[in-house]
């Protein structure tokens, strides 16, 4: 079967670091998604990834090791604006997104 | 990025009765629309993949002849949740894929049956 795994729940300082993992096994791999979803609102996107490495974006940043079936954000400088669910998805080989449960991210002053 | 609207964003309605929820791709057109639904602190859960000019494709478990999905235009999918019920209350959310990798979502609609 198909599955994404990701912690449920993470608790960081504001102006630290914090990074998120998220370790997938799918039927095939075209890519891999972050997004961030605030509570009451649609996800939004944050980054894609279908080659190996690291993808910087501002604060953000993700990684990416297709032979692990490995993927992890890392969010910089924290904001309290940045607690939120932070959602892994993958697009299989039917292009069909499969969908981690998702890390809840608390930012403590 | 592409914009991805949803009407209503929230609606409050009587057991039993139906609910229409309109997702709209403002500013590309959109073969395939995907509709999700979520519960509290849970993650998106795909419902049904719409696709323009024929009949959607429903994840298992979700009952087709309850959730009617009409993806009439390039533009434009509706959902309507027929005869609902308090456990039909949710967070409905579409998405419209503007590529293979590029997937744009909705506000989506919070619906509360009492």
Not at chain 1, 56 to 81: D, P, T
Not at chain 1, 85 to 109: E, H
Not at chain 2, 28 to 56: C, D, H, I, V
């Amino acid at each position: 079967g198909q599955n994404i795994d990701q912690p449920t729940e993470m608790t960081a300082t504001e102006g630290a670091i914090v990074q998120i993992n998220c370790t997938y096994q799918t039927s095939g791999f075209n890519g891999l998604f972050w997004y961030q979803q605030h509570a009451g609102e649609a996800p939004t996107f944050l980054s894609y990834n279908v080659l190996d490495g690291l993808e910087e974006k501002g604060r953000f940043s993700s990684f990416l090791s297709r032979s692990k079936g490995y993927s992890y954000l890392l969010l910089k400088e924290l904001q309290m604006k940045d607690s939120a669910s932070y959602l892994c998805a993958v697009l299989d080989s039917n292009y069909q997104l499969i969908w981690g449960a998702g890390t809840k991210l608390i930012i403590k002053p | 990025g592409a914009v991805v609207s949803q009407h209503p964003s929230w609606v409050i309605c009587k057991s039993g009765t139906s609910v229409k929820i309109e997702c709209r791709s403002l500013d590309f057109q959109a073969t395939t629309m995907f509709w999700y639904r979520q519960f509290p602190k849970q993650s998106l859960m795909l419902m049904a993949t719409s696709n323009e000019g024929s009949k959607a494709t429903y994840e298992q478990g979700v009952e087709k002849d309850k959730f009617l999905i009409n993806h009439a235009s390039l533009t434009l999918s509706t959902l309507t949740v027929t005869s609902a019920h308090p456990e039909d209350s949710s967070f409905y959310i579409c998405s419209a894929r503007l590529a293979e990798n590029e997937q744009f979502f909705g506000p989506g609609t919070r619906l509360t049956v009492l």
